[in-house]
């Protein structure tokens, strides 16, 4: 094997691959997830431990190396259980389906540029389409159907509310997540990943993009299920969400699904906002850093930064509430990335026109004041939220409290779902008529017995 010296690739480029080639950058690619998948749990674990003030796996090979490769070999041979009374072709394909399009969707992603490998130029990316970012997008949309149908054939309360939960916090974060990517394409003129590296050889976007770049940040946790955001599995809360009823291998698909599309969503944030493949500052002043097989390294530095963010996250944050995921996503996220959005395009437009650096200034400071004025309506429509839920009315000097009770019953409350005793109040009231008889040391008539 040998190089040459680089070229960004083009689209036409990949029409003229050899098969052998083609299988030979797919198998890589499927390697090298699964190599990063074993890396990752190792390196989770020792580096929250780190962060705990723990040991982490210290006991299976030096620095417990050699755990994860326990742990690959101890998952197919446990019982494989299935249990009764689920759908079980949907219960055995949900892990397929969740985990196969998270391979599929790192395929457009750009590794490395043109190089010359047993003699035949080739890029260092499997695929490339006119529109391949949105690729990425449709292979995290079919993801999310692997585990809703894993909650519904399960048959169980628990994996259907995670199931439930996944499904609104994907559609919620994947539209402020492709909001995102719309400021890319203004300025790079093209979905295509290749044409948006080569676009960012003098500027990353990451700095000329910054609240896109944030929002895709926010969002690419939320899209992997990672604390804060790991709704869909909370343990202390639906025992394992959507992945309650199943174990061996099947469990390991959706293991192995949610690493993987870590390492993708990381590896598309690099391409869209941190330059690809390119040498950073000041290793890019070298002639040779963007040539040759130099750009892997910086590719896969930048991968692993990423990557170290949700490490970091799992040992820092504690899982959020489920209101506070859906608030972020729609009245913070989208909304922001909307005005976001508007300005850029007004930018652009302003400047193809006028060239003044007058705009620049003036679109800052509208979106500081955009940003102050959604913080002070969000910040007063909570302090309002939170004096009603106290008890409080406006204008009032008295708690309103319901039914002559104390304030801390004045919360609403269902009625109690009891079949045999009709006409008992939720307080132990009784309707009018009912000939319940009620009272602390008087017993209650059932009516109809």
């Given at each position: 094997?040998?190089?040459?010296?680089?070229?960004?690739?083009?689209?036409?480029?990949?029409?003229?691959?050899?098969?052998?080639?083609?299988?030979?950058?797919?198998?890589?690619?499927?390697?090298?997830?699964?190599?990063?998948?074993?890396?990752?749990?190792?390196?989770?674990?020792?580096?929250?431990?780190?962060?705990?003030?723990?040991?982490?796996?210290?006991?299976?090979?030096?620095?417990?190396?050699?755990?994860?490769?326990?742990?690959?070999?101890?998952?197919?041979?446990?019982?494989?259980?299935?249990?009764?009374?689920?759908?079980?072709?949907?219960?055995?394909?949900?892990?397929?389906?969740?985990?196969?399009?998270?391979f599929v969707a790192f395929s457009i992603i750009p590794w490395g540029p043109t190089v010359?490998?047993?003699?035949?130029?080739?890029?260092?990316?499997?695929?490339?389409?006119?529109?391949?970012?949105?690729?990425?997008?449709?292979?995290?949309?079919?993801?999310?159907?692997?585990?809703?149908?894993?909650?519904?054939?399960?048959?169980?309360?628990?994996?259907?509310?995670?199931?439930?939960?996944?499904?609104?916090?994907?559609?919620?974060?994947?539209?402020?997540?492709?909001?995102?990517?719309?400021?890319?394409?203004?300025?790079?003129?093209?979905?295509?990943?290749?044409?948006?590296?080569?676009?960012?050889?003098?500027?990353?976007?990451?700095?000329?993009?910054?609240?896109?770049?944030?929002?895709?940040?926010?969002?690419?946790?939320?899209?992997?299920?990672?604390?804060?955001?790991?709704?869909?599995?909370?343990?202390?809360?639906?025992?394992?969400?959507?992945?309650?009823?199943?174990?061996?291998?099947?469990?390991?698909?959706?293991?192995?699904?949610?690493?993987?599309?870590?390492?993708?969503?990381?590896?598309?944030?690099?391409?869209?906002?941190?330059?690809?493949?390119?040498?950073?500052?000041?290793?890019?002043?070298?002639?040779?850093?963007?040539?040759?097989?130099?750009?892997?390294?910086w590719f896969l530095i930048k991968v692993f930064i990423l990557l170290f963010g949700y490490?970091?996250?799992?040992?820092?944050?504690?899982?959020?509430?489920?209101?506070?995921?859906?608030?972020?996503?729609?009245?913070?996220?989208?909304?922001?990335?909307?005005?976001?959005?508007?300005?850029?395009?007004?930018?652009?437009?302003?400047?193809?026109?006028?060239?003044?650096?007058?705009?620049?200034g003036t679109a800052g400071f509208v979106l500081v004041l955009i940003v102050i004025l959604?913080?002070?309506?969000?910040?007063?429509?909570?302090?309002?939220?939170?004096?009603?839920?106290?008890?409080?009315?406006?204008?009032?000097?008295?708690?309103?409290?319901?039914?002559?009770?104390?304030?801390?019953?004045?919360?609403?409350?269902?009625?109690?779902?009891?079949?045999?005793?009709?006409?008992?109040?939720?307080?132990?009231?009784?309707?009018?008529?009912?000939?319940?008889?009620?009272?602390?040391?008087?017993?209650?008539?059932?009516?109809?017995?």
């Amino acid at each position: 094997m040998r190089h040459v010296l680089a070229a960004d690739p083009t689209l036409t480029d990949f029409s003229q691959l050899i098969w052998w080639m083609v299988l030979l950058k797919v198998a890589i690619v499927f390697v090298f997830l699964l190599l990063t998948t074993i890396f990752m749990i190792w390196f989770e674990r020792r580096v929250i431990g780190r962060m705990q003030n723990r040991p982490g796996p210290n006991r299976a090979g030096p620095l417990g190396l050699l755990q994860p490769v326990a742990d690959a070999l101890k998952l197919p041979l446990k019982e494989d259980i299935i249990p009764t009374g689920v759908d079980k072709l949907v219960f055995v394909a949900a892990p397929i389906i969740a985990a196969a399009p998270s391979f599929v969707a790192f395929s457009i992603i750009p590794w490395g540029p043109t190089v010359s490998v047993f003699h035949h130029r080739t890029p260092l990316q499997v695929a490339d389409l006119p529109v391949a970012v949105l690729l990425v997008l449709a292979m995290s949309s079919i993801g999310v159907y692997g585990i809703v149908l894993a909650g519904w054939a399960s048959r169980g309360p628990y994996s259907l509310l995670g199931a439930l939960r996944s499904t609104a916090q994907v559609i919620s974060y994947e539209i402020a997540m492709g909001l995102s990517f719309v400021a890319v394409f203004l300025y790079a003129g093209s979905l295509s990943t290749t044409a948006i590296v080569a676009a960012q050889q003098h500027f990353w976007y990451a700095w000329l993009l910054p609240v896109s770049f944030l929002v895709y940040l926010v969002t690419m946790v939320g899209e992997t299920n990672r604390v804060p955001f790991d709704l869909p599995e909370g343990e202390g809360e639906i025992v394992a969400g959507h992945m309650t009823e199943y174990s061996s291998m099947k469990f390991a698909m959706f293991y192995l699904a949610e690493y993987i599309n870590m390492t993708t969503v990381a590896g598309l944030a690099t391409t869209l906002f941190l330059g690809g493949w390119r040498a950073p500052w000041p290793v890019s002043l070298w002639a040779g850093a963007n040539s040759g097989w130099w750009p892997v390294l910086w590719f896969l530095i930048k991968v692993f930064i990423l990557l170290f963010g949700y490490v970091w996250l799992r040992g820092t944050l504690p899982r959020v509430r489920y209101d506070q995921l859906m608030a972020l996503g729609w009245k913070i996220l989208i909304p922001l990335s909307i005005v976001w959005i508007l300005l850029i395009a007004t930018v652009r437009a302003w400047r193809n026109e006028t060239h003044s650096g007058v705009v620049y200034g003036t679109a800052g400071f509208v979106l500081v004041l955009i940003v102050i004025l959604a913080w002070a309506w969000d910040s007063g429509a909570q302090r309002h939220a939170a004096r009603l839920a106290g008890g409080y009315q406006e204008g009032a000097a008295e708690p309103a409290v319901a039914d002559g009770g104390d304030a801390a019953q004045s919360f609403p409350v269902p009625p109690l779902d009891l079949p045999h005793y009709h006409g008992i109040g939720v307080r132990g009231g009784a309707e009018p008529g009912s000939g319940a008889i009620t009272g602390s040391g008087a017993s209650k008539e059932v009516t109809g017995a």
